[in-house]
């Protein structure tokens, strides 16, 4: 498919265990964004990649959380040690320059993490 | 900071009635406004965008302005159908350093009922 895939798509984690999601954007896409949605809210910011560079982390909630995009495609969002205010879905997006007027995000479906 | 305030759902609406779904922002300079929509089981999409004052975007009979003096970017459309029941979310771009980011509203939900 031509969209973004993430995985998995469910995730359940007993606390403190690590755990690592995956996004892999539209392929040629530059920029990366992570968003974290709890439960009947909008999705937050967590962080922003452009290729491979990780221009901002600010909104990543603790340094537990961790994200990486090597080569400038696929991208991980790793938590370390879980805790139950993780649980959340994990929203992927990428667009294909930088420059949202004429290059709109395009979502994934998100990863379900339900810490337990 | 920048920030998007959106009404209360849910909100359910009989088909082919008129929606509005209130969305104000506060923000510094002049960004660009979006809404973006969840359908049960997808991703976030984008539906409209307006990036100036007094633009309106539209899409699928969905409309909205920007209107910088009430700082508002509220959604409407004149006749909902079954196939509208989702999550809406306004949103808004604001230019960071070297980068676009995007800020969203909490969303609203939408059912509409035959």
């Known amino acids: 498919g031509a969209g973004v895939s993430q995985s998995p798509r469910y995730k359940v984690a007993k606390r403190g265990q690590d755990v690592a999601l995956r996004c892999d954007p539209i392929?040629?896409?530059?920029?990366l964004f992570w968003y974290q949605q709890a439960l009947g809210q909008g999705p937050e910011f967590l962080t922003y990649f452009q290729n491979e560079a990780q221009l901002d982390k600010s909104g990543l909630p603790s340094d537990r959380f961790f994200a990486e995009r090597p080569e400038g495609s696929v991208s991980t969002l790793k938590i370390q040690r879980t805790q139950q205010e993780d649980s959340a879905v994990y929203l992927c997006?990428?667009?294909?320059?930088?420059?949202?007027?004429?290059?709109?995000?395009?979502f994934g479906n998100g990863t379900r993490l339900t810490v337990t | 900071g920048n920030s998007v305030t959106q009404m209360e759902g849910p909100v359910t609406l009989s088909e082919e009635a008129f929606l509005t779904i209130n969305c104000t922002y506060t923000a510094t300079g002049y960004p660009s406004l979006f809404w973006y929509v969840q359908y049960p089981g997808e991703g976030l999409q984008l539906l409209l965008k307006a990036t100036k004052a007094d633009d309106k975007g539209s899409n699928k009979g969905f409309e909205a302005t920007y209107r910088k003096e009430t700082t508002s970017f509220h959604l409407e459309k004149g006749s909902v159908q079954v196939s509208d029941s989702a999550v809406y979310f306004c949103?808004?771009?604001?230019?960071?350093?070297?980068?676009?980011?995007?800020?969203f509203g909490p969303g609203t939900s939408l059912s509409v009922i035959p």
């Open positions: 997006a990428s667009s294909l320059v930088q420059g949202l007027y004429n290059s709109p995000l395009h």
């Open positions: 392929s040629g896409h530059v920029s």
């Open positions: 949103a808004l771009c604001s230019f960071k350093t070297s980068y676009d980011k995007v800020i």
